[in-house]
């Protein structure tokens, strides 16, 4: 048999002078000059051969989130801007998610972003408070929130001074090797106002269980419209999911569209009106032997603090939106309404917190199951926002409180959030120093819009713990109206009378911060 000789030099002579082929590259410096292309031309490089095509994996052998916030008035301009910013380096996005201002043209900017993705990438288009990210023109990390509800609440049906309004957009994208990404959507049925809950969680399970080895998903980014109650959903996700599978997210945004990847198409559930997406984040079966496990971790920054004892409810009046109340301390006898509760609230808080947001906080022991699985009593912590108070009732919003559950009082405090957002750096900081092969690449953000510069009375609170221990990774934020997190109780200084682990998963006054790491594959 005749071997093929090796070409061992590929250069031509051509008038005297020699000229290199760009196969005399060897593959480090190949290797150097593709991870400097931008997303775009590095796939079509990935496409040239077997060889550049090797290189390119072993570019992208490492986990990227890349995010940008672009400012700019021109609509075509702002979604270039972003497009080209977190396409500016070699990445093959597995999920993304765009967040805009409330009075930009949202149809608009949703086709001038599908355009310029793939429609096999999981996409969600949401409207929220404020973003946390980078400027896309000066790099600057910034903290915005949108002047829109207060400020303009009188306008009626006319359109705002645009001088007065800050209009934006922010594109965020990940590539995460070894995780699968897809979106699931509860529905509603506009023939029933009962929120299918069970199928929304089965759909989560199904998914992970066709992707991965488990049932369990490593973690779920879930967005909720404005206006649903997400607490009944949360109760039922706690009780399908181990501890282990993280739950971030936004529980009071405004869902604009969301795309499914499967197979490449978005189907017609998928496009339905939906109280909430979940993003859904699997491991996957499949996954090379090269390639590392990715892990997601959760800290949670409380901004409220507890006053005062404990009260008993007594007499309960629930509508679907508000409560109406009466009360007794837990040590004594006396029924209080809600004028009577409110001035003792007052005198224990005193003056120390100016302009105070009350909320209570509610032990609920509630049954849970799925189907005909097995019922568990879950116990849970759950805020209400305090309304005000006659010489009858306590008011306050939302249902679901019973006759004889235990609450107490929390007020927004400026002082225990800073204290809070210290103890997540220090969390950050040992994270840091406890990682030895594994390391964070990203990073995201949900912030209660109560919070901020005019909150802490000082800029860039919220995003210090990241800005100081991680500086040189992407993280990108959005403020909410409600935060969703599984969370740690001992910072809201709670105890259960029955002595029961209570979980608690949606927040107020808090900054949640959803911590992204790799650990690469052992070495053969």
């Known amino acids: 048999m005749v071997k093929r000789k090796e070409k061992t030099h590929s250069s031509k002579v051509s008038g005297g002078n020699i000229i290199t082929e760009i196969s005399d590259l060897g593959e480090d410096l190949l290797q150097k000059i593709l991870s400097r292309l931008p997303a775009v031309s590095f796939a079509s490089a990935a496409c040239v051969s077997r060889s550049w095509s090797s290189v390119c994996n072993r570019i992208l052998s490492f986990p990227k989130l890349s995010s940008a916030i672009s400012f700019n008035r021109c609509l075509k301009d702002a979604v270039d801007e972003v497009v080209n910013k977190v396409f500016s380096e070699p990445i093959r996005p597995h999920f993304a998610l765009a967040s805009f201002a409330p009075y930009l043209h949202f149809v608009a900017a949703q086709e001038l972003i599908k355009k310029k993705l793939s429609p096999t990438i999981p996409l969600i288009f949401t409207v929220s408070e404020g973003v946390i990210g980078r400027n896309v023109l000066t790099d600057e990390l910034i903290e915005v929130q949108w002047r829109t509800h207060e400020e303009f609440e009188n306008l009626g049906d006319e359109s705002p001074n645009e001088e ?156 679907e939106t508000s409560t109406m109340l009466t009360a007794k301390r837990l040590t004594h006898h006396e029924h209080l309404d809600g004028q009577a509760i409110l001035n003792q609230i007052y005198d224990e808080l005193g003056d120390r917190i100016l302009d105070p947001v009350f909320y209570i906080g509610v032990t609920k022991k509630r049954r849970c199951s799925i189907g005909t699985e097995k019922v568990r009593w879950l116990h849970f912590l759950e805020f209400h926002e305090v309304r005000g108070g006659d010489e009858e009732y306590l008011f306050v919003d939302s249902d679901d409180i019973k006759t004889r559950e235990p609450f107490r009082f929390y007020v927004s405090d400026p002082n225990a959030a800073l204290s809070s957002c210290n103890k997540v750096s220090d969390a950050l900081r040992h994270l840091k120093q406890d990682c030895n092969k594994r390391k964070v690449f990203g990073g995201i953000i949900f912030t209660c819009c109560g919070r901020g510069d005019s909150f802490f009375g000082q800029p860039v609170i919220d995003s210090s ?55 690469p594959a052992p070495q053969c």
């Open 164 to 319: 007065l309004v800050n209009i934006g957009l922010q594109l965020t994208v990940g590539f995460l090797p070894g995780i699968k990404a897809d979106i699931i959507s509860l529905p509603v049925n506009h023939m029933s106002p009962r929120l299918h809950i069970d199928d929304f969680v089965m759909d989560i399970r199904h998914y992970s269980s066709a992707v991965s080895d488990s049932s369990s998903p490593a973690g779920i980014i879930l967005f909720v419209d404005r206006g649903e109650n997400i607490k009944p959903v949360l109760q039922v996700m706690e009780y399908a999911f181990p501890t282990d599978t993280v739950i971030v997210g936004n529980s009071e945004c405004h869902i604009l569209h969301k795309c499914s990847s499967r197979n490449g198409t978005t189907s017609t559930r998928q496009c339905s009106y939906s109280a909430a997406v979940a993003l859904v984040f699997a491991k996957d079966k499949n996954k090379p032997v090269d390639v590392g496990e990715i892990q997601f971790d959760v800290i949670l920054s409380s901004g409220i603090s507890p006053i005062g004892t404990p009260y008993k409810a007594v007499a309960v009046k629930c509508n």
């Open 465 to 519: 713990p990241f800005l100081e221990n991680f500086p040189g990774v992407t993280f990108a934020g959005t403020y909410c109206a409600g935060e969703i997190a599984r969370g740690k109780l001992s910072m809201y200084d709670h105890k259960d009378e029955e002595g029961a682990s209570v979980r608690s998963c949606q927040h107020v006054y808090s900054a949640v911060y959803l911590v992204m790491s790799y650990t």
